[in-house]
């Protein structure tokens, strides 16, 4: 029994480094899903914020990817020590989150407060995610790499579906602001499984190669890289309008309450489950390019869901659920093969300053677009609002079309497409489309 078990286990989870490294990032994803729903609710039912207020408070968690992603990229190239990174890093947030229950619990909390800590989280999560694709890429083989992300986002569809939930019943229970305990936990918890690996990671960018704008360019001569971040900066930022507002219209407008908000966004963020579990087998099939140009359409179509629901209590929760389950599916699919297909496409010398830039340009979008939210909410309306966003976010995939991405296939998905009478199918780089892109330009 205990082998057919270990049998069923994927082969990655065998490594002792990599599950420790998956242990961390999944510890962290459940409590990153608890404040999803509890610090907006702190917002809304402890500080009382209208529109534009949650717009401000959403901007500012992502504003620092504009500000710092490329610095963040060229610093982490040129100095190393990536883990070291994501443990400081990890620490740090752990101790702003815990000043939110701290500041309500002396009568001291304010908005001003939860700005400050959204700003610097989000400064300190820039710093992680630069670190963590090149972690990543020390830890799993090339041909793994589509499996080793299905593991990571499938921890992170998971945490779709408990953490909401979590959250939810902790803010009924506890308040907001003690709800945010969990993922200032979650993060010291992500510290502990990190320093408990030692990969041997990729030699740090030579003298006179960390230029800033290194990571910049090589997107901008990137035939497969470009066109992602266009896509995804369109989709970011209209998907930032609808999150700006989706809390504040879901209890106030629907008058969903928060426990219950929270059960409905665990039970449809299941479509992510299924998202990462098929992603494989639908890019073994399909091409990781199609299937992530299809994804794009995924996730952006089901929110529409939203701004027309209406009618009886149960019909509006099916069709929240229903928004939510479809767009878990989406972005479960687009985030997979996206993050396989660029570790395979970004050389290792440029991988944290591509990465740095990639998250500038399209993180950057996230606060545009949650302040364009809070200011649309306020002039025309929460559900006129939640239509152009949920319209806008499916004109990203327009991007894809015209690009070679649609088109592009892993290695190992090209030598699975071999044709009975054993000639090959031209891979990425016997086409022209990987072979220049990976290529490493000047600094």
Known sequence: MRAALAARVPALL????????????????FGDQISTIALPLVAVLTLHAGPAQMGILAALLWLPSLLFGV???????????????????????????????????LGLLTLWQLYVVAFLTGTLSIAFTVANPTLFVSLVPEPEYVSGNSLIYGSRALSFVGGPSIGGLLVQVLTAPFAVVADALSFLGSAFFLGRIRPAEPPVAEPGTGSIGAGLRFIRTSAIVRPSLLAASMINFFNFVFFALFVLYATRTLGVA????????????LGGVLGAVVTNRLAGRFGSGLVLTAGCLMFTAPLMLVPLAAGSRPVVLVMLGAAEFGSGFGVMVLDITIGAIFAVVIPDPLRSRVNGAFQAVNYGTRPLGALVGGFLGTAIGLRPTLWVAAIGGMTGVLWLLPSPVPRFRMPSESRQARPADGTAEASPGESGVVGPDAAEPAA
């Open 258 to 269: 928060p426990g219950l908000l929270g059960l409905v966004l665990g039970i449809g963020a």
């Open 14 to 29: 065998h490594e002792p480094m990599f599950r420790r490294y998956w242990s961390g990032q999944t510890i962290s994803m």
């Open 71 to 105: 610095h963040a990229g060229a610093w982490v190239d040129r100095h190393g020590h990536r883990r070291a990174t994501m443990i400081t890093a990890d620490i740090g947030r752990a101790v702003l989150l815990a000043s939110i229950p701290a500041g309500f619990a």
